[in-house]
């Protein structure tokens, strides 16, 4: 091979990998555009699925217990997840965390009325986007805000 072709070469080589670098880059940054849009949204059940839930997660609640979606079922699981942080955020995790206003629900069960403020915490990953904490901190109703 001569000289030239050594060096043709080695361009083409090393224009093949900046293009890579710059798609597995910019995926990455879609997949962390995304993540931090979910962190986000209100209504969490609208856009987290049982299959983005982290294995640690998994763990802790089964796809029976997530998607039951009566107060006695979100009441369960959500006490299963009170106060539990699975696992570090890193500084750049998308969280509910970060906004004034944090995703709520309510349900009501024969202890009475409660109020579930959320925290959830995404990892993002080249391909995905993962849940690594819902952490839920629950406060009873009380009886004149119930009036």
Known sequence: MSHKNEIISGIVVSVLILLTTGGLYAQFVHMDIKAGELAQVDNWRK????????DKLKE????????????SGKYN???KLENLELEKRRKHDPSTGWWKTPPVDSVKTDDGDFCIEFRIDYRT??????????????????ETFQK
């Open 47 to 54: 856009v987290v699925t049982y299959e983005m839930l982290s």
């Open 60 to 71: 802790v609640i089964s796809e029976e217990e997530f998607n039951d979606c009566t107060d």
């Open 77 to 79: 699981m959500y006490r």
């Open 125 to 142: 990953h080249l391909t995905h986007i993962e849940v690594i904490n819902i952490i839920t901190y629950i406060s009873p109703v009380s």
